[in-house]
């Protein structure tokens, strides 16, 4: 694993020795286990040629800005999907601290504004609501958690009360103070800025402050996975968690755990959220755990359980945003989106298998 | 406990069993190789049917307003002002990216990354 | 080809991608006979009759029925051609009643389309009373015990009218009781010119049950001899390739004062009832007993995993609540459990997670960072005093032998520090050479003053390994037994006393 150089030149020279029959076999096994890379590939070879625009600093920045704002949600459902579980809520969640955060910050002056008696937006104001989302977040995440745990009920049916539950309520929510379900904009300058400011452009385009936020909260995340006992448990019951009760692991306390952290993401991510899309609608956040899971099935992280590493999502995360960038330059409108979405899930989970089976 | 108990003294040989979610999956590599290709070819096929009318629409929703027509744009373009909708008893103000007439688009330098609704801003004759 | 031979398997050659399962393996089993395949783990004995039954392709070689060369694509057609097996592990419908799983997709119909219930239940009787089995054949699989389980499993392979059954170790869940009764259906069969293939560890049963005996070892064909020919020592020769002069080896522990004691200990959900017992410090403690007698549940009330009704475990005169295997361990316990790949071993982490994952607090800097560098020392420690065979610690547990998935098990624990070690079939599966080591691993903590509680169904070994024998039944504690002086028959009796 260490030397990559090394190693290709040891896979040619095995490749060199076989028979005709298992060549063609190495070549299918290659082919197939790469397929969504050679389609990435595809697609930004077609899009280069197409689009001379598309190999440029700038749409790297847009690139880079996509992934961060998708990352975050993808670290934490990830955690979901070692312990052999998911989490469908995810999307909903967003939308729920989306909305909170965007009401929260509206600007003081705005017609429209929900609730009048909030104080001033200051950078205080700003970083309390953003504890606040997050605690509303992790208590979403807490409540999946406590009921896989304590019941053993699937992650599936729990996740998919909650996301019905969330969505209840963010829907109360926008009928407040006479809101009748309307959008909630008008969000502060402050607001904006802290989220999505330019820390600096590239290539004409502006890089937003939260690129730096999903650094670090990747480098947090990478820390609590393998530096943790945390971590280490989480990976031990998604491994096996009979062998990690007898272990002396606490699967309880580590099952709620990370499903609580993984809600903490949601409500970051719900955070950033309003600030992207200008305005938080009811529907926000609506299908996110979909791009979330998707990213962390094709970076490796195997519905097996107990497997995945950080920079496999990231990977996930990169492959999924650089298709969906060269499809939407090349003009592939929404609605076409979600069928090929669709597809690299199913696509991914066959990989993922096919590389557990043959494996042997 | 039951099924736990012959533990097999052959685990190296034996086909690895799934696990996780997979634990009821049952089906063979060829099987697998198959849906990957299928799924492979979804999605070259769709993208192929997309390309032969590619682009965004941008619909105007002049909210009370003369209908403006919708118009197709490429990735990157810039919105070119369509014509102006008129309402009785009010004065456009403007395009706007969302319902609550907060944001307004920019059509100097606001560049179309995909379909979107615009609506039409009013505000009330004194 | 001679007259009476009925399978033959000729040059059966298997690879996969860096070993080679099976280089030229030969059987041959003729007309009733029995005749028992034997091999270390790994030996590909299981690889073998995989390639029978189509599970896997073979590479290279033929195989021959009744003189017509075959090459079954599945378990069903072997089954259609009168090729059966009674697997280890049993794939039944668990939720259907017993005569669904014996005509499973070969129900008896009226016309075609209803299900004969009347007919699939004379049928059923026919073969049960033929094979002198009782079992309703009404009842859910899910309520019957493991060895009946299996007697559906003989019957469904007999019904088919199979000219040769693979029985693959049939009698490792079964009571001696139950072995005699599939002993007396194997010679019915063999009497009826039915082929048997029979493989087991078991080297008494096979010397009793077979006619002839193929060995393999490292994927390759040995020998084949007469039964009679072969004493067991030339048997282990043959498997391991090399003399093993003595299959324990010599106690050289000395029992100190009393360490822990176990009081009444109750079942709340299992059948426990009143366990006591003592055990001291450098002492080997066996527990014997007949399948479902309660050892493990002993062993597991002991570590906090199975709820107690009532019992009190004191170490050292201090009592110890063990609520949860937390407790346990913090109070110097380990288990080590029976079930290695259900409950020891994490399948896809690396042999590093396996063996600091209950010591984690060992590593912790700070309060939260775990040191990288210590968890690699203590791993490497374990990987060298255990002389573990692996390439390296990153290597995934699941690729290793048994015998070596135990000694990181058996290292995991150790790394806690306990002071008593409950070791539940701790040579389970695992291959001859291994057993030494193991054996060896137990007295040295014997040795080191550690108190050792083991469970084992194998009589040999807790005759050999042991100090004293405390024998259970019907999950009470039947009797007491000093290892160095007492027989088989002494603790079989003890074992049936409350069954």
């Given at each position: 694993m260490a030397n990559p150089v090394k190693n290709m030149q040891r896979t040619i020279a095995e490749y060199k020795q076989m028979s005709a029959k298992d060549q063609k076999r190495f070549l299918t096994d290659l082919v197939l286990n790469n397929a969504l890379y050679i389609l990435m590939a595809i697609f930004v070879i077609y899009t280069a040629v197409k689009q001379e625009n598309f190999l440029t600093l700038g749409s790297f920045a847009n690139l880079i800005t996509q992934v961060a704002a998708y990352l975050p949600l993808a670290l934490g459902i990830a955690g979901c999907i070692v312990l052999t579980g998911t989490d469908l809520s995810a999307g909903r969640a967003v939308g729920l601290t989306a909305a909170i955060a965007g009401v929260f910050l509206q600007k003081s002056d705005f017609a429209n504004k929900m609730f009048q008696n909030l104080p001033e937006v200051s950078t205080g104001w700003i970083i309390v609501t953003l504890f606040a989302v997050v605690a509303i977040g992790a208590v979403i995440g807490l409540v999946n958690g406590f009921f896989v745990a304590k019941f053993s009920l699937h992650p599936f049916i729990v996740t998919l009360s909650t996301q019905l539950i969330t969505y209840g309520i963010i829907l109360w929510f926008f009928a407040l103070n006479g809101n009748n379900g309307q959008p909630i904009s008008g969000l502060s300058r402050e607001y904006k800025d802290f989220v999505g400011g330019a820390m600096f452009r590239l290539g004409g385009v502006a890089v937003p402050r939260y690129v730096l936020y999903a650094v670090i909260l990747t480098a947090l995340m990478w820390f609590i996975w393998n530096k943790t006992t945390f971590g280490k448990n989480m990976f031990a019951v998604g491994s096996n968690a009979e062998a990690a009760k007898v272990s002396g692991v606490n699967v309880f306390m580590t099952t709620v755990l990370v499903h609580t952290l993984a809600g903490a993401m949601y409500g970051y991510a719900g955070f950033i959220e309003g600030v992207r899309a200008g305005s938080v609608a009811a529907s926000t956040g609506l299908n996110a755990e979909c791009d979330a899971i998707a990213a962390c099935v094709i970076g490796?992280?195997?519905?097996?359980?107990g497997t995945g590493k950080i920079s496999g999502i990231i990977l996930g995360v990169f492959v999924l945003r650089i298709i969906f960038v060269a499809l939407t330059m090349l003009g592939v409108d929404s609605s076409s989106l979600y069928i090929i979405k669709g597809a690299i899930i199913l696509c991914a989970c066959a990989l993922d298998m096919r590389k557990y089976l043959v494996k042997k | 406990m039951e099924e736990n108990?012959?533990?097999?003294?052959?685990q190296e040989e034996q086909v690895p069993k799934f696990r996780g979610l997979y634990r009821n999956v049952n089906i063979s590599v060829r099987s697998l190789d198959y849906i990957i290709a299928a799924c492979i070819a979804v999605i070259l096929v769709v993208v192929a049917l997309e390309l032969r009318n590619p682009g965004f629409t941008i619909m105007f929703d002049s909210r009370g307003g003369t209908d403006v027509e919708a118009v197709s744009l490429m990735y990157g373009e810039l919105l070119e002002e369509p014509e102006t909708p008129s309402r009785e008893g009010y004065v456009f103000t403007g395009w706007y990216t969302d319902s609550g007439c907060s944001d307004m688009w920019d059509m100097e330098s606001g560049t179309i990354q995909s379909d979107m609704t615009l609506y039409a801003g009013w505000q009330k004759l004194q | 080809m001679e007259q009476n031979t009925l399978l033959k398997m000729v040059g059966i050659t298997k690879t996969f991608p860096g070993v080679k399962?099976?280089?030229?393996v030969n059987l041959e089993v003729k007309h009733g006979t029995v005749h028992a395949l034997m091999g270390e783990n790994g030996a590909g004995k299981s690889t073998l009759m995989k390639c029978l039954f189509g599970m896997y392709a073979k590479d290279g070689g033929q195989i021959y029925l009744e003189g017509q060369e075959i090459n079954f694509k599945n378990s069903k057609e072997a089954l259609d051609n009168g090729v059966a097996m009674v697997h280890q592990e049993l794939n039944q419908a668990l939720k259907r009643s017993v005569m669904d799983n014996l005509w499973l997709g070969r129900y008896p119909t009226i016309g075609g389309i209803a299900v004969n219930e009347k007919k699939m239940y004379e049928d059923t009787m026919a073969v049960f009373k033929e094979l002198d089995i009782e079992v309703d054949p009404y009842r859910i699989m899910s309520t019957m015990p493991v060895s009946q389980r299996q007697m559906v499993e003989i019957a469904k392979a007999v019904s088919y009218n199979s000219k040769v059954i693979v029985f693959d170790e049939p009698t490792s869940s079964l009571t001696e009781e139950e072995v005699e009764h599939l002993f007396k259906i194997i010679n019915m069969l063999r009497d009826r010119g039915v082929g048997i293939i029979y493989i087991s560890h078991k080297m008494a049963e096979i010397k009793r049950i077979s006619d002839y005996i193929t060995v393999m070892r490292d994927g390759k064909w040995i020998a084949t001899e007469r039964s009679e020919d072969l004493e067991m020592q030339d048997i282990i020769r043959l498997m391991v390739g090399r003399e093993l002069t003595n299959q324990f080896p010599p106690k050289t522990n000395t029992p100190g004062e009393v360490y822990l004691k176990v009081e009444g200990i109750t079942g709340m959900y299992n059948q426990l009832k009143d366990v006591s017992f003592e055990a001291r410090r450098g002492e080997i403690v066996g527990l014997a007993g007949l399948d479902a007698s309660g050892r493990t549940e002993t062993l597991e009330s002991i570590f906090g995993i199975r709820t107690r009704k009532e019992g009190k475990i004191t170490l050292d005169g201090k009592e110890c609540l063990n609520r949860n295997a937390r407790e346990s361990i913090k109070n110097g316990f380990a288990l080590l459990t029976e079930a290695r790949r259900a409950t020891g071993i994490f399948g896809v982490l690396d042999i590093k997670a396996n063996t600091v994952i209950s010591s984690l607090k060992r590593h912790k800097r700070f309060g939260v960072y775990l040191s990288e560098k210590s968890q690699r020392e203590d791993t490497q420690y374990y990987i060298d005093a255990m002389r573990t065979k692996t390439p390296s610690q990153e290597t995934k547990i699941r690729t290793l032998s048994g015998g070596n998935q135990q000694k990181v098990i058996i290292g995991r624990w150790l790394l806690t520090e306990p002071e008593v070690l409950l070791l539940d079939e701790p040579t389970r599966g695992i291959d001859v050479g291994a057993k030494y080591e193991i054996y060896q691993l137990i007295l040295d903590l014997a040795n080191n003053g550690k108190t050792v509680l083991m469970v084992s169904s194998e009589m040999p070994e807790l005759l050999g390994v042991c100090d004293r024998i405390v024998v259970m039944s019907g999950g009470r504690v039947a009797g007491e037994v000093d290892a160095r002086n007492t027989t088989q028959e002494e603790i079989m009796t003890l074992a049936a006393k409350f069954a």
């Open positions: 490796g992280v195997s519905f097996v359980g | 108990r012959n533990i097999s003294e052959h | 399962a099976l280089d030229g």
